[in-house]
T-cell receptor, first 113, second 113 residues
């Protein structure tokens, strides 16, 4: 089992460029999440998908879009990157349960110049 | 005021010390409490999980929850250099909010030989 995988590991963009971060899980989890992590800010939820076919905004959704492609895959798109989106992005997944123990991927380090 | 407060440290202790990490929270609906460990340049990994008030022990780690004081703790006994990491508390109210974990900022811990 690979768990949660993310691609790419690193990316440098220029302001205004677009890109898609990919995430896949092989644990048959229903729910998937995208977070960003910035120094002193902890983990902040961008978007989540409670189940296949549904997506909802989190705490910081502006400037991002998501697609739940199927049960395994959940992508995050930056349409027009800004320097404020420089961050480390984590994808996570969980079973749809009250416990909501989330399992995280290794992260994507994104720099926007 | 943040829903979950966690002292970011950094905390530096000698090998063998007992470490105490803490979080306070304001939302009385939280009933699921977790501790994640994050090594440098890695994704968070679930370390401990507790439901409602009480203690849970796993090897050198003990998690405590005091819902009356809205206070949770993680104790590490006989700390090792391999315990050096950032520790994040996370909590969830369950029910219809199952999609959202609320994280503390994280405490940076260094255990020196």
């Amino acid at each position: 089992n690979a768990g949660v995988t993310q691609t790419p590991k690193f990316q440098v963009l220029k302001t205004g460029q677009s890109m898609t971060l990919q995430c896949a899980q092989d644990m048959n989890h229903n729910s998937m999440y995208w977070y960003r992590q910035d120094p002193g800010m902890g983990l902040r939820l961008i978007y989540y998908s409670a189940s296949e076919g549904t997506t909802d905004k989190g705490e910081v959704p502006n400037g991002y879009n998501v697609s739940r492609l199927n049960k395994r895959e959940f992508s995050l798109r930056l349409e027009s990157a800004a320097p404020s989106q420089t961050s480390v992005y984590f994808c996570a997944s969980s079973r749809a349960s009250d416990r909501n123990e989330q399992f995280f991927g290794p992260g994507t380090r994104l720099t926007v110049l | 005021q943040k829903e979950v407060e966690q002292d970011p440290g950094p905390l530096s202790v000698p090998e063998g010390a007992i470490v105490s990490l803490n979080c306070t929270y304001s939302n009385s609906a939280f009933q699921y409490f977790m501790w994640y460990r994050q090594y440098s340049r890695k994704g968070p990994e679930l370390l401990m999980y507790t439901y409602s008030s009480g203690n849970k022990e796993d090897g050198r780690f003990t998690a405590q929850v005091d819902k009356s004081s809205k206070y949770i703790s993680l104790f590490i006994r006989d700390s090792q250099p391999s315990d050096s990491a950032t520790y994040l508390c996370a909590m969830n109210a369950g029910g219809t909010s199952y999609g959202k974990l609320t994280f503390g900022q994280g405490t940076i811990l260094t255990v020196h030989p």
